[in-house]
């Protein structure tokens, strides 16, 4: 994590942007060893769209100021135009020529957007909503981003960085102190869950995630979602009310989108975390919602959907999921919703039934740590009031032989329970033990409340 | 199939229990060879309750004839009381002693039913009804019942027998001609699929079994279910609207249980069937209910679950679908509500999510007979009217990166979209041929409803 502030050196724990040096016209030649690279990954993510296959292997196998370099020096003339035939920066899988053109044409995207960018604006921007640049080598850096085929190459974060490390992502660094303090021990302390959904949900489907979301979040698990309408800010609004929540924007965390949620992202912020992988000053285009995510689901340690129609963009958080190897429930609804469809659809597939908070944290810590089955058989809710409840075998058959409210022979239940005489007294003994039937004489009945 | 007539032989094409010569005290030493087995094994059905393992165990090794050899001239005495230590009619797999007295134990509990029993009197009753008598050996026979550990030891019929013969449980019997008049060409025809539930059910649950059984009727699958309040009811109306049904009752077939149902149950039995395992005259006792199950589970190809509390006979008839190697479907519902949180618990257990007739059919004609999931997605209810949809790569991004309303340069479209510019013409191309974006001169904008 590095404060995104420009003042002087050393006002944080980790090297701080502090007063770079004069920059080159794209403004990431700095000098300072531990943030050029920051820089040159800031810039990164304003140069190519997110998950730019050709900008994720570059930064991710040179580097990202390396990147750059190759980038300005042998793909950019002197004029920051396009070369026909640059010298690929990787070793090329098959046709040389073939993969020369495709640099090329990679470069040729990025070229626009170089054209007198200086990401210290951006990062100025971040400092004074005092925000903070996350970098993969950075201790707090969510590592379950990493099993992403086309990682973020930084992320852009308000709020507290240190909430984005679950245990399950970083099992080798300490919890920072602030995750420490918030959360409870528990099994789901220290877990990450994405809770997303459709935006055109249902009163239903936000009184559930709400719920959801505030027994999540009690037990210390951090609530993932991306701030939409709907499903999403019933998730952080539930997750509030208990404890932390992170919203993954797909355009500048700069800006709150949607406009209607501005107060939501604000106690997002104030509490948690509003994160994006791209600069302050994005756009938060529809392309992008749907990269934006990989990330909710990478940075999760399992996603659970409560609505979604058949298309949902939440459907394809749950298939991140699944690429990236995370648990994926989904809450049932009516089959009469159409909110619900795309839920019962991922149900086909395979994913889990999820029904309540105990549910989803199971998603995420299965190791018998919790056993929601278990726990819904002991609920005093759940316990059967049925006459025959808790018996089996002959003590069921005599009980259920007994007439409803007369008395009876052990003559006659012996030959409507289908049973031995021996086996019927044995029974009628166990029963009258158990205050389920009474004796009057030779005869027996049904106890009071038995019957 | 033998009709339970004892009018003068010959009237159907099996030979009926016609004119059997006079019996033991037992009813069952008929001379005619075919009758004798049929009138033991409905002795049988009277003497030991349904499942009763060393009845199941005797009769399925010895025949029931002979089993009834060794009850009443080794089990017991000329006064027909049970004999303390009789001769195994098994070979015993232990001790000796114990089998012998475990043997004794069981020929006591069926010893109080053979006083004065004689078991023509049910099959007066059950002709009367205009009812039948079904064996193992009767070509007529649900060989799915043969896959219980413990079978029926014969059933008891009213209405059209022919309507037990699932295609899957008898590939190598022709389907009587009723059945096959009765049910349309397609992909469920003479597949037999049990649909049931709890007796406290909702409107939603009640709704969507009407549905869905009309549904699946309607495409000649036989529905089962149990005859009882709530989704069983729902399942048989459903059914009759569009085809046939047949219900398996926990007591005789005489009384149509529970009175409530009578009239649905009267029209069971005037277009299906109405089955049980015990005879007229048995009271449908509470835990008759439970090994009834075990028949609704076996006589189908599949079993789909629509609402069941925590604790429901409708699990039970599921675990017996597991146990016979059936699939199992279960209908979600509102997780707020507790008729639906058994359903939610097969799903958590592995029970596939069905939602309306197809996916129900899926489960019994999965070999791409039926794609209920691309059939949805071919459904005009839910195409997608998004703004992206049906589209991908950089046409996406393009569209995306044009503005709602305003017009746009190539130049700030390459800019916005993160594309090079010939990327981005060929998209822009691409969008005008679907009639998305329109061009005027040298500036693009969306054209009217792709905004």
Redesign the interface.
Same mark, same amino acid.
């Given at each position: 994590m590095r404060a995104a502030n420009t003042s002087a050196a050393g006002s944080t724990a980790h090297v701080a942007c502090a007063d770079p040096p004069p920059a080159s016209d794209v403004g990431v030649e700095a000098t300072v060893d531990g943030d050029a690279e920051a820089l040159a990954r800031a810039t990164w993510s304003r140069?190519?769209?997110p998950a730019?296959a050709h900008a994720c292997a570059l930064v991710g196998r040179l580097g990202a100021t390396a990147a750059l370099d190759w980038l300005t020096h042998e793909a950019l003339d002197a004029d920051g135009e396009?070369r026909p035939a640059p010298r690929p920066p990787l070793p090329p899988h098959g046709d040389a020529a073939r993969a020369s053109a495709d640099w090329a044409?990679a470069a040729?995207?990025?070229a626009?957007?170089l054209q007198g960018l200086d990401i210290r604006r951006e990062l100025d921007v971040l400092e004074r909503l005092g925000g903070s640049l996350l970098i993969p080598t950075d201790p707090g850096w969510p590592t379950g981003l990493n099993d992403l085929e086309r990682p973020p190459h930084c992320l852009w974060v308000r709020g507290d960085p240190a909430l984005l490390v679950a245990r399950r992502g970083a099992p080798d660094v300490a919890l920072p102190r602030a995750r420490e303090d918030l959360v409870p021990d528990g099994p789901g302390a220290g877990c990450a869950l994405a809770l997303v959904g459709a935006r055109a949900s249902t009163d239903?489907g936000e009184?559930?995630t709400f719920d959801m979301a505030s027994g999540l979040a009690a037990k210390g698990v951090v609530v993932i979602s991306g701030g939409a309408f709907g499903i999403d800010a019933a998730a952080h609004r539930g997750a509030l009310r208990t404890g932390v929540t992170v919203s993954v924007s797909a355009g500048g965390v700069d800006r709150l989108y949607p406009a209607g949620n501005a107060d939501v992202l604000e106690e997002v912020i104030a509490t948690g975390a509003l994160v994006a992988e791209v600069p302050p000053g994005c756009?938060p285009?529809?392309?992008r919602f749907l990269t934006r995510n990989r990330l909710i689901a990478a940075m999760s340690d399992a996603t659970v959907v409560v609505e979604a129609?058949?298309?949902s963009g939440a459907l394809s958080t749950a298939h991140h999921a699944l690429e990236v190897g995370r648990p994926v429930g989904a809450?049932?609804?009516? @089959?009469?919703s159409m909110a619900?469809?795309g839920c019962?659809?991922l149900?086909?597939q395979g994913a /889990?039934?999820v029904?309540?908070a105990d549910?989803a944290l199971e998603l995420v810590a299965p190791l018998g740590a919790t056993d929601p089955?278990a726990a819904?058989?002991a609920d005093p809710a759940?316990a059967?009031s049925?006459?025959?409840?808790g018996l089996d075998g002959p003590a069921? @058959?005599v009980l259920?032989?007994l007439p409803a409210r007369a008395e009876a022979s052990v003559?006659s239940i /012996?030959?409507?329970?289908?049973?031995?005489?021996?086996?019927t007294i044995a029974a009628l003994g166990l029963l009258e033990l158990e205050g389920r039937v009474e004796r009057r004489g030779a005869a027996w009945r049904r106890a009071r409340g038995h019957r």
């Open positions: 140069l190519a769209e730019d396009p044409t040729a995207r990025w626009p957007r239903y009184h559930v756009q285009g529809r392309h129609a058949w298309r809450v049932p609804g009516p @089959v009469t619900s469809v019962h659809r149900l086909r /889990v039934c029904t309540d549910e089955d819904k058989a759940n059967g049925g006459l025959l409840d069921a @058959v259920d032989a003559e /012996v030959r409507a329970a289908g049973l031995t005489e021996r086996e």
